[in-house]
Structure formats: C-alpha cells, structure tokens
Nanobody
Framework: QVRLVESGGGLVQAGGSLRLSCAAS????????MGWYRQAPGKQRKLVAV???????NYEDSVKGRFTISRDNAKNTVYLQMNSLKPEDTAVYYC???????????????WGQGTEVTVSS
C-alpha cells in the first residue's frame, strides 16, 4: 500500500509565502515524476509544477518565478515553495507521484488527499 501525505497548507495574506510538503510511504521501489496540481472552486484540476527523478522542472506559466518545486529522493518527498502569493492562487493543492510498486509490478500514479491554500487580499 502506497500513501502520499501532504502538509503545509493554510491561510496567508497576499504577498506571503507557504511551503507545501508531500511524503510518499509504503512499498516503493522507485519514484519517477512528482508533481503538484491545484483545483480552485468550480474549476478543473490543473498542473502547477512537476519535477523528474533527475531534477528537471516545469511550471505552469502563472507561477513561474514565484513557485519552486524540489524533492528529496532519500525521503521520497516533494516540496512546493510558494512566494509572492496572490488571491488567485487559492485552491486545494494535490501532489501526484508516479511510483514503481510490486504486486503486480508496475508504474502507477498516486495522489495525495489535498491541502487547502487560501490567499486573502
């Protein structure tokens, strides 16, 4: 059984910062891409940032220069440092990881439960 557990959400004023964490645990052989998505009320879930196992990153245009994704492979953890937050960043943030597991052996996508971020103006 594999679990992704997020933490670090909360309420912050515009211009502030938050750091999200997502730790994967369970019977994990390897983790490929790890990413953060967000879903605002009444909208579809969208990719915010992704990081490969080698450390390459990609960002959604609206967060470039403000958000930084990173990972600690030894801890199976991905982070999202969010600076200069804006009210439009308000959403539930989800992490996703592509993980190699056994029984049957294969790569599967796993999601966290989500953590809420609210940015007040």
């Amino acid at each position: 059984q594999v679990r992704l557990v997020e933490s670090g959400g909360g309420l912050v004023q515009a211009g502030g910062s938050l750091r999200l964490s997502c730790a994967a645990s369970g019977s994990i052989f390897s983790i490929n891409d790890m990413g953060w998505y967000r879903q605002a009320p009444g909208k579809q879930r969208k990719l915010v940032a992704v990081i490969t196992s080698g450390g390459s990153t990609n960002y959604e245009d609206s967060v470039k220069g403000r958000f930084t994704i990173s990972r600690d492979n030894a801890k199976n953890t991905v982070y999202l440092q969010m600076n200069s937050l804006k009210p439009e960043d308000t959403a539930v943030y989800y992490c996703k990881a592509r993980i190699l597991v056994a029984g049957p052996m294969g790569w599967y996508d796993y999601w966290g439960q989500g953590t809420e971020v609210t940015v007040s103006s």
